[in-house]
C-alpha cells in the first residue's frame, strides 16, 4: 500500500539570534537562503528564515523562527524531533570534520547506522543536527566557495524521533501515515515512506528514562516536521483517515502562503504537520531571487512598518543567495 505522504516537506525549529541562524544554515551547512517571512500565528513578529537546497526543494527546507526576545528556552527532550539528518556524498563525512571544526561548530560525535556514516554536530542554539553519508542519493546540492558539489548537502535524510514508548508512534506512523518499518539499530526504529532513503526517512529513538521536552515555541528545540502531499485533496484524504482513526485533533487547514498545512500532535509528543507542494517558493519572488528581502503575504502587508520595526537587522552573506 502507498504511503498516504510522499517524504519530507520542511522541518521548523525555534532558534536564538537571526544572523547566528543565517551564518549557520548558509555558511556551516551550506544551504541557500530561501525566503524571508515571519511567524504567521500569535499577535507578536518574528522572523520566519527558509533555508534549502539548490532548487528550493520540498525534503530539503530548514525553516527556523529566531526567538531570542522571548527570554525563555525550550527544553530538549522526548516528544520531539531528537536530530535532523541531511544527506551528503559517499566519502564527505572528512571533509565536513574539517569544515565544522574551521567555523568552530561542536561537534558532538561520529558513527554508524544502518550502514551509514553519521556526524553529529550542533548549531548554536543546541540543536541537534547530522550529516548522513548516502551514495544513493541524487538530489542537487548547493555549492558555495568552500563546499563544492561532491560534498554539498543534498537535502534532507531523515528525522529521529525521541519517545518514551514505540508502539504508539509506530502505530500513528503506520497506520495513519502509511509508513512501514524496516528495521532496528540499537535503539533507533526505521521508517520508509514508499520506496525509503533520503528525503523519505523517519527514525525513532526509543528513549525510554528520558522526560518530555517542550511542545511550545522557544528556541533550542525543533517544534514540528512536515510530511509533503501533492495538493490539498491529498492532505484532506490524511485528515479524514486520521480522523477516523481516532486522531481528531487534526487542525483545520492552514494558510501558510507557500504551502497549506494540517498539524496532528503524534502519540509519542511530535507535532506531525503535513503540507502541499503545489504552490511553492516562487509565488511572491522570482526563482533566481528567492530569500533577498523580507516578503509578507497579503494580510499582514498594511502592517508592514510596525512589523519590520519588532525585527532584527539581519545581512545574508555573499554566495547564500541565488549565484
Ligand atoms: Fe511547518
Redesign the pocket.
Known amino acids: 500500500m502507498a504511503a498516504r505522504v510522499n517524504g519530507l ?2 522541518v ?1 525549529s525555534g532558534v536564538w539570534g537571526a544572523q547566528e541562524d543565517i551564518d549557520f544554515f548558509t555558511q556551516v551547512v551550506g544551504q541557500r537562503m530561501i525566503k524571508q517571512t515571519i511567524l504567521f500565528d500569535g499577535t507578536v513578529s518574528f522572523y520566519h528564515l527558509y533555508y534549502a537546497n539548490a532548487d528550493a526543494e520540498i525534503g530539503s527546507v530548514s ?1 527556523t523562527f529566531p526567538f531570542s526576545r522571548m527570554g525563555i528556552s525550550g527544553r530538549r527532550g522526548s516528544g520531539q524531533i531528537n536530530t535532523t539528518g541531511y544527506s551528503v556524498p559517499h566519502g564527505s563525512i572528512p571533509f565536513w570534520k574539517d569544515h565544522l571544526k574551521r567555523h568552530n561548530t561542536e561537534i558532538v560525535g561520529e558513527g554508524e547506522r544502518f550502514g551509514q556514516k553519521t556526524l553529529h554536530f550542533r548549531h548554536p542554539a543546541g540543536l541537534d543536527f547530522e550529516m548522513i553519508e548516502d551514495k544513493d542519493d541524487k538530489t542537487k546540492g548547493w555549492t558555495t566557495k568552500d563546499i563544492k558539489a561532491d560534498a554539498a548537502v543534498r537535502g534532507f535524510h531523515s528525522v529521529a524521533m525521541s519517545v518514551r514508548d514505540i508502539e504508539e508512534q509506530d502505530r500513528f506512523l503506520t497506520e495513519g501515515l502509511g509508513l512501514e518499518k524496516v528495521g532496528i539499530d540499537g535503539n533507533y526504529h526505521r521508517y520508509r515512506i514508499n520506496e525509503g532513503g533520503a528525503q523519505k526517512t523517519v527514525d525513532l529513538v526509543h528513549v525510554p528514562d528520558q522526560k518530555q521536552g517542550s511542545w511550545q515555541f522557544a528556541p533550542g528545540i525543533v ?2 516536521v ?1 510530511f509533503a502531499v501533492p495538493t490539498e485533496k491529498e492532505q484532506m484524504e490524511v485528515k479524514l483517515h486520521l480522523e477516523g482513526l481516532g486522531y481528531t485533533d487534526v487542525s483545520e487547514i492552514k494558510d ?1 502562503n507557500y504551502f497549506h ?1 494540517i ?1 496532528c500532535r503524534s502519540p509519542g509528543g511530535i507535532l506531525c ?1 503535513v ?1 502541499t507542494c503545489d504552490i511553492g517558493f516562487a509565488i511572491d519572488e522570482p526563482k533566481e531571487h528567492l530569500g533577498e528581502k523580507l516578503l509578507l503575504p497579503p494580510w499582514f502587508e498594511p502592517r508592514r512598518a510596525e512589523i519590520e520595526a519588532q525585527l532584527e537587522t539581519i545581512k545574508v552573506p555573499q554566495g547564500a543567495m541565488a549565484q
Do not use: F, K
Open positions: 516537506h520542511h521548523t525553516t517544534h514540528h512536515a501558510r498545512s498539524y504537520e503540507a
